[in-house]
């Protein structure tokens, strides 16, 4: 560098490269050099140059350049040497001092590669990598980009941390669709907690070492719910609406709060001599419809009286037999919608206590699945899920159109295909009159 330019400092001697003319030309030899890795090969342009543009242009490459030029190209290796004879220092050098040091876009696509792939592994790594609900997840957050915003906001670690969540979920140790019925190890407990619904911030807790971590709407939360919307078969987007992220966890064994997890039910009756099992008998005796909380079930176990009982999926069915049938209706537990922790804790004691169940939902894609979830985890016998009480159902009036990915019907195959070629719901209000009949006979 010249003796006369040394004594004036650096930030005088580069006050040019501030001008009108440098500005743009600058910016795109930094944005080329990022991309590629600092190589000084090949032309950068300027569309549309202004007069300090074709003139800082001309100065550069010693060539003359028209004023009616609509581009300007100018060689990096150029404009490289014509700051090493103005400055002393090359392009690299003068981008670092006038803006900052370059980044290395390849190193760090490389780098960012190499971090997705290494959270791929440690995440196929887990004993649910055999599961097809499992590879599916891992591969649509592969695909759409989430992994990749995880990685690069350095938040990978969230899915080894979303895997150990996966794996220690109460529900995962459930009979799965598709999949075998596993027997929990101590592995599997989490600490200070039995097999059987878990406080999602005792789940945090031991997941992350934070309570918080899976509360609506952080990352971790998202991941999970992801994963449990794939395992249960539904793989669009998990529900905005709370109750629908709370039934998602709920499904895997989860609960976000034991008093809000609930479970309606009539003539339910109970054995035991506890203060909720003197409630159920009273409720009973005359045939008031009753909500229980998980917290209470979990605090003072209930064995159900009733040793056949029906399920429904909506409140108006219970609230019909509640008022025409009083006390003498078969019992009946209404799930509202996807069965509940409480719902499934009430159930599945009533099972192991010799209690026999027929269970039913509406005739759209959700009620298959429910309905086939509860043949598989508690041996439930359909009630009147047959394709032929679909057909006849049908006939009786309008029907708003199939939505939602499909599902199967296992305990009636044909159920599933006379859906899929009516496109058509059928609630289970419609079926009504039956199915007051049904309850009335029992």
């Known amino acids: 560098m ?44 300027l569309a549309g140059p202004s007069e300090a543009e074709r003139r800082t242009v001309i100065g550069i490459t010693g060539r003359y350049r028209p004023e009616t030029a609509k581009r300007l190209a100018v060689p990096l290796r150029d404009l490289d040497g014509y700051l090493h004879d103005r400055y002393g220092t090359g392009l690299l ?3 670092g001092r006038l803006h900052g040091p370059l980044r ?33 997840w891992l591969e649509r957050i592969a695909a759409d980009g989430t992994l990749t915003r995880l990685v690069r906001r350095g938040d990978a670690p969230l899915l080894d941390a979303a895997v150990r969540v996966l794996e220690k979920l109460p529900g995962d140790r459930q009979r799965l669709p ?9 592995r599997d407990r989490i600490p200070g ?5 878990v406080p999602l911030p005792a789940l945090a807790e031991w997941a992350t070492g934070d309570t918080k971590a899976l509360v609506p709407g952080t990352p971790l939360e998202q991941l999970v719910l992801r994963a449990l ?47 909720v099992c ?9 045939g008031i419809p009753f909500r229980l909380t998980l917290h209470q079930l979990a605090t003072d176990p209930v064995v159900p009286a009733a040793r056949t009982i029906f399920v429904c999926e909506n409140p108006a069915v219970l609230r019909a037999a509640a008022g025409e049938l009083q006390d003498t209706g078969a019992a009946l537990v209404c799930t509202e919608g996807v069965p509940s922790a409480a719902c499934h804790k009430l159930l599945g004691d009533a099972v192991r206590a010799g209690a026999r169940l027929h269970w039913r939902a509406d005739f759209d894609w959700a009620g298959l699945r429910i309905t086939a979830g509860a043949v598989a985890r508690h041996g439930a016998r359909p009630w009147r899920m047959t394709a032929a009480d679909y057909t006849a159902a049908l006939s009786k009036g309008e029907s708003t159109p199939l939505a939602g ?38």
Do not use: C
Not at 412 to 420: F, K, Q, S
């Open 2 to 45: 010249p003796a006369e330019r040394r004594e004036h400092g650096e930030h005088d001697e580069y006050d040019e490269l501030r001008g009108e003319g440098w500005t743009r030309l600058l910016a795109a030899a930094r944005r080329r050099l990022e991309r590629t890795g600092g190589v000084l090969d090949g032309d950068i342009g």
């Open 93 to 95: 050098t003068a981008l």
């Open 104 to 136: 290395d876009r390849p190193a760090e696509r490389a780098g960012e590669d190499a971090r997705r792939e290494q959270a791929l592994k440690s995440a196929h790594s887990s004993r649910l990598a055999g599961q097809g609900w499992f590879a599916a």
């Open 178 to 186: 598709g999949g075998p019925e596993r027997t929990p190890g101590d």
């Open 193 to 197: 907690h039995p097999v059987g619904a």
């Open 229 to 275: 919307a794939q395992r249960g078969g539904d793989s669009s987007a998990v529900p905005r609406e709370r109750a629908g992220r709370r039934a998602l966890w709920e499904s895997a064994g989860a609960v976000a709060d034991d008093l809000a997890s609930q479970v309606l039910v009539l003539n339910i009756g109970a054995e035991g001599d506890t203060v």
């Open 278 to 286: 003197d409630w159920l008998r009273d409720a009973a005796d005359f």
């Open 405 to 442: 990915p499909p599902a199967a019907s296992p305990w009636d195959p044909e159920l599933a295909r006379a859906m899929a070629e009516s496109g058509s719901t059928v609630m289970e209000e419609r079926l009504l009159p039956a199915l007051l009949s049904d309850l009335t006979r029992t």
